[in-house]
Nanobody, 116 residues
């Protein structure tokens, strides 16, 4: 099993930046594909980005491309989400997910609020 703890959320003005972190423990972090999801009030959870175990492949949701960057440090068992040019519609709870077929593990989430 993997335990995940997100951090770095908060209140930011439109156009601002935040960096989220997700620290993992328990299993071999470098075996897992790591993903960030988000869920806004009244909406379904959506995939923000993912990164493969070695970090060689990344992919993003359509509305995040060019603004968000996912990265990982396998030596620190941590995945990051750098978010730039934030918009009010980015307001959501952001969740970290560790996936290794057939199991997926979730963190508790961190709130990101984009507002002036």
């Amino acid at each position: 099993q993997v335990q995940l703890v997100e951090s770095g959320g908060g209140l930011v003005q439109p156009g601002g930046s935040l960096r989220l972190s997700c620290a993992a423990s328990g299993d071999t972090f470098s075996m897992y594909t790591m993903k960030w999801y988000r869920q806004a009030p009244g909406k379904e959870r959506e995939l923000v980005a993912y990164i493969t175990p070695s970090g060689g492949i990344t992919n993003y949701g359509a509305s995040m491309k060019g603004r968000f960057t996912i990265s990982r440090d396998n030596a620190k068992n941590t995945v990051y989400l750098q978010m730039n040019s934030l918009k009010p519609e980015d307001t959501a709870v952001y969740y970290c997910n560790a996936w290794l077929y057939p199991n997926g593990y979730w963190g508790q989430g961190t709130q990101v609020t984009v507002s002036s």
